[in-house]
């Protein structure tokens, strides 16, 4: 039987230097399913996809996928079992065309598979289809970020962890990005999430994982946490301000 936890911490410890952020951290995230990581600025959210995709070195601990043990393999390696990352902000050669950035993503599987892919790609994304030979600079925040995506999903990944998707990006893109991230979760793809939109996020998500100070505080399911009236000044902090998406 397959494995059902598609992404496994176990008593992970990880960090910057001397100083560590994840404190012997455990956490288990379904697979095929969407995880949103919540928690204070300085938690450990984006630090756990960092670690994750290979960004960060382990100190301690295991992390698996999909019950493999993947501890201490590099973002390459990482890219070949299907995991993709796309992080918080802009990581776009903003001189080439749309077209040269999602070959660039497609540079692990070569560029025959990578034009293979490409029109799949871009027919989920019909503004950047629209933009294909425009420099990327010149996209709109929204369609930049559309394109990190499509350049990730050329890969057509198993795991795909978000950092932050919504930053920058008007309501009406935040919505069509989270109905996305939905759509191929219910596919099959793990979706490790971190989101200063929470309630927006909750609404399209499985499961919520709270955490503080490098550890895990809580792990329910979403609709049972965006229900809960305790919600903001529970795990969110600063975060409780964000504006939810329309």
Known sequence: MANEIGIEFDNVVAGYKDFMILNNL????????????????GAGKSTVLKTLFGVLKVRQGKIKLEGEDITGTDSRGLLAKGVAFVPQGRNLFGQLS???????????????????????????????????HSQASALSGGEQKQLEIGRALLLRPRVLLI?????????LIVLDV????????????????VEQNVKSALKFSDEAIALESGHQRMHKRADELLSDPNLEHLFLGSAAAAPKAA
């Open 163 to 171: 950092d932050e998707p919504s930053i920058g990006l008007s309501p």
């Open 26 to 41: 455990s956490f288990k995230a379904k697979r095929g399913a969407i995880t949103l990581l919540l928690g204070p600025n």
């Open 178 to 193: 989270f109905k996305l991230l939905r759509k191929l979760a219910d596919q099959g793809t793990t979706v490790l999430m």
């Open 98 to 132: 749309v077209f040269q950035n999602l070959e660039l993503g497609g540079i692990t599987l070569g560029m025959k598979t990578t034009h293979e892919r490409i029109p799949e790609v871009l027919e989920r994304f019909p503004r950047v289809k629209e933009r294909l």
